[in-house]
């Protein structure tokens, strides 16, 4: 149901609040680009320091916005069982086409207790799922076995496989791969994880570099992997650019100095330290977007 480019959406502030004029542009921007969905409020979005009401106002705008031009998957998971499943029930009204649901930080349940939560969320509000497994964010990691369970559940229509392991990513799609889409969470390993039947990304690069994420996804569809391929090793330098500090610092610096938004994060992660910016800047510019 969701494939292609998703993009992770950067949540801009301006004064300590959302920047609501900036937002809508980027929603523009990304659309005219050729992305395949947009994905607010997850990581990229700074869900862990948004208040409750910026969360869905981030939501309604980014749907507003959107027109139902692309899918929007809003990021509606926390590590309360509870939470999450009012969240995504607010996303519902608002009208959002999917949920990205990450693993409960913190807590660290088992694998029965992930199924159970899960599945807890998506009876209760019954919208298409993506699943987000990032360990190394949330100390838990659901494994392919549980995923597999879980994707029997007809709400569940993807996984946003986050462990940085293509040998991880080959694992679920040799269980489930013609049932679900397993889409990268990682963009460097976008494509090798097309080359073995992945379905697309959940993209942090794909903020400031929309069209060469999405003409690469395009060129794989099209079997053109050596179009692919180039378009990979030449967003590969801004791909390591842009985590040279923990996401979302370094992609809102780069939009910043592309004049999108203000460089501004919400605490207790701060603007990109100064001996990384020049590095960034001649990585954007080697990209051919700045």
Do not use: C
């Not at 019954?126 to 990032?134: D, H, Q, R, S």
């Amino acid at each position: 149901m969701f494939t292609g480019v998703l993009t992770a959406l950067v949540t801009p502030f301006r004064g300590d609040a959302i920047d609501e004029e900036a937002l809508r542009r980027l929603v523009d921007e990304q659309i005219a680009a050729g992305i395949d969905g947009l994905v607010p409020v997850g990581t990229t979005g700074e869900s862990p320091t948004v208040t409750v009401e910026e969360h869905i106002r981030v939501i309604e705008i980014v749907v507003q916005a959107a027109k139902k031009r692309v899918p929007v998957i809003a990021g509606t998971g926390s590590n309360s069982t509870r939470e999450t499943i009012e969240l995504s029930a607010a996303a519902r009204k608002l009208g959002v086409d999917g949920i990205l649901l990450v693993t409960p930080y913190y807590n660290r349940p088992g694998q029965e207790h992930l199924y159970r939560h899960f599945k807890a969320v998506i009876e209760a509000v019954p919208l298409p799922a993506i699943l987000y497994n990032v360990p190394t964010r949330t100390a838990s990691d659901l494994l392919p076995d549980t995923f597999a369970r879980l994707a029997e559940l007809p709400q569940v229509v993807g996984i946003k496989e986050a462990t940085g392991s293509i040998t991880r990513a080959a694992q679920i799609l040799a269980r489930v791969g013609d049932r679900v889409a397993v889409l990268s969470g990682d963009d460097p390993l976008t494509v090798p994880l097309y080359a073995i039947g992945g379905k697309g990304v959940i993209s942090v690069v794909s903020n400031v570099a929309p069209a060469a994420m999405s003409g690469m996804w395009d060129a794989a569809v099209a079997g053109d992997w050596k179009k692919a391929r180039e378009l990979y090793f030449k967003m590969a330098p801004l791909a390591e650019g842009l985590f040279v500090e923990v996401n979302p610092i370094p992609v809102k610096a780069a939009l910043a100095m592309m004049g999108r938004i203000a460089d501004e994060i919400r605490p207790p992660l701060y603007p990109l330290a100064a001996q990384h910016q020049e590095k960034l800047r001649a990585q954007l510019r080697e990209a051919g977007v700045l």
